[in-house]
């Protein structure tokens, strides 16, 4: 198993920027392909971003494209997500990931590590 803890989540306005991040204290991060996904009330888990091992691939949900930015410091075993812009409909928990193969697809299942959350609330 990969231990995840993200962090940075917050209450934020409309328009405004957060940054998250997961870190890995268990095991190196450079060995795996990392994912972040969120999920609001009573709707199922989204996919948001995915980035490869090296950090030299990424891939984006249509929602996010634009204005999320995932990226990963294999030095620092930490994975952020940068998001601008945000709206209220990016309101949710939002989840690290970590799998072992990398693909560009949004598929949930294929992760098996997933860490607790980090709620993200935006306000209009």
């Known amino acids: 198993q990969v231990p995840l803890v993200e962090s940075g989540g917050g209450l934020v306005q409309a328009g405004g920027s957060l940054r998250l991040s997961c870190a890995s204290s268990?095991?190196?991060?450079?060995?795996?392909?990392m994912g972040w996904f969120r999920q609001a009330p009573w709707k199922g888990r989204e996919f948001v971003a995915a980035i490869s091992q090296s950090a030299g691939l990424t891939y984006y949900a249509d929602s996010v494209k634009g204005r999320f930015t995932i990226s990963k410091d294999n030095a620092k075993n930490t994975v952020y997500l940068q998001m601008n812009s945000l709206k209220p409909e990016d309101t949710a928990v939002y989840l690290c990931?970590?799998?072992?193969?990398?693909?560009?697809?949004?598929?949930?299942?294929?992760?098996?590590?997933w860490g607790q959350g980090t709620q993200v609330t935006v306000s209009s």
């Open positions: 268990g095991r190196t991060l450079s060995a795996y392909a």
């Open positions: 990931a970590a799998k072992t193969t990398w693909a560009p697809t949004a598929n949930r299942n294929d992760y098996g590590d």
